[in-house]
């Protein structure tokens, strides 16, 4: 479980950006962040996985108390918790799998990138989770070569095989067509489903997040103004996120 207590972030010298932030939740839950642009959804994913520094406020993980706890708190977000951004970054000329083997460089050992050798095991592992995504045909297929689709599935492949149990997605479906953007969404459901896993996605189209999201936080100057169970949004909080 996830608990932001008071949550606030000003830029040193410039503006507050996040005002008072609290909200839990819970395994298993998948949650979507809404709002007009500017309004802080990057900035709260950021704070989320401690790449950057909180103002104030109270952050525990599983009990916790990550802040307090310096570098073993970190140590615990970057091992559990994965970034999914719009445009994942992966090596072009190596195949999906290699690509889901070998991780980022903040999952992975800079010996293991560099020579890219891997387990049985790993290999295993990574294709019981390509299969998990839909990818199991394009395995072998160089990540230049694949859609935008088949490169955020090779990244939520990569985050789950390297033990994360929380995903923080900065707009993963933005620029995708409709069909790519549904099983994508589709996919991550499934995993807070199945695997217990958290998902706190950054939803451009409120309509995607009224459609998957178990709760949705909505965000308004760095406030946060809506924070309900997953359903179709009112109009008068459709106004507050304006
Ligand atoms: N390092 C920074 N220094 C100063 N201001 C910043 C910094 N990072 C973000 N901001 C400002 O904080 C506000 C929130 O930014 P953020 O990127 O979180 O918005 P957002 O809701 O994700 O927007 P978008 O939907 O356009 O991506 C914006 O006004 C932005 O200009």
Same mark, same amino acid.
């Given at each position: 479980m996830i608990k932001v207590s008071h949550l606030?972030?000003?830029?040193?010298?410039?503006?507050?950006i996040l005002h008072d932030i609290s909200f839990?939740?819970?395994?298993?839950?998948?949650?979507?962040? *809404? /709002?007009?642009?500017?309004?802080?959804?990057?900035?709260?994913? &950021?704070?989320? @996985?401690l790449k950057e520094r909180w103002t104030s406020g109270e952050y525990f993980v599983q009990?916790?108390?990550?802040?307090?706890?310096?570098?073993?708190?970190r140590r615990k977000i970057r091992r559990e918790f994965a970034i999914l951004e719009e445009k994942p970054a992966l090596s072009p000329?190596?195949?999906?799998l290699k690509n889901v083997l070998i991780g980022t460089q903040s999952q992975t050992p800079l010996w293991r990138m560099v020579t890219g050798m891997v387990r049985n095991d790993?290999?295993?592992?990574?294709?019981?989770?390509?299969?998990? *995504? /839909?990818?199991?045909?394009?395995?072998?297929?160089?990540?230049? &070569?694949?859609? @935008?689709?088949?490169?955020?599935?090779?990244?939520?492949?990569?985050?789950?095989?390297h033990g994360a149990k929380v995903l923080l997605a900065d707009e993963p479906v933005s620029g995708?067509?409709?069909?790519?953007?549904?099983?994508?969404l589709t996919d991550l459901k499934a995993l807070c489903r199945k695997q217990r896993l958290i998902v706190v996605a950054v939803l451009h189209q409120s309509e995607w997040a009224e459609r998957f999201a178990d709760r949705i936080l909505g965000l308004n100057e760095g406030r946060l103004v809506v924070d309900i169970r997953g359903r179709r949004l009112t109009h008068g909080e459709k106004l507050k996120l304006e």
């Open positions: 606030t972030k000003k830029i040193p010298g410039g503006p507050k839990d939740v819970q395994h298993g839950e998948f949650v979507a962040v *809404v /709002g007009a642009s500017g309004s802080g959804k990057t900035m709260l994913l &950021k704070c989320l @996985g009990g916790d108390d990550v802040l307090k706890q310096g570098w073993t708190g000329n190596k195949s999906a790993d290999y295993m592992g990574a294709m019981d989770t390509i299969e998990k *995504v /839909g990818l199991l045909e394009k395995a072998h297929q160089k990540a230049d &070569k694949l859609s @935008g689709g088949e490169r955020q599935r090779v990244a939520i492949s990569r985050a789950l095989v995708l067509d409709p069909h790519a953007a549904e099983q994508i």
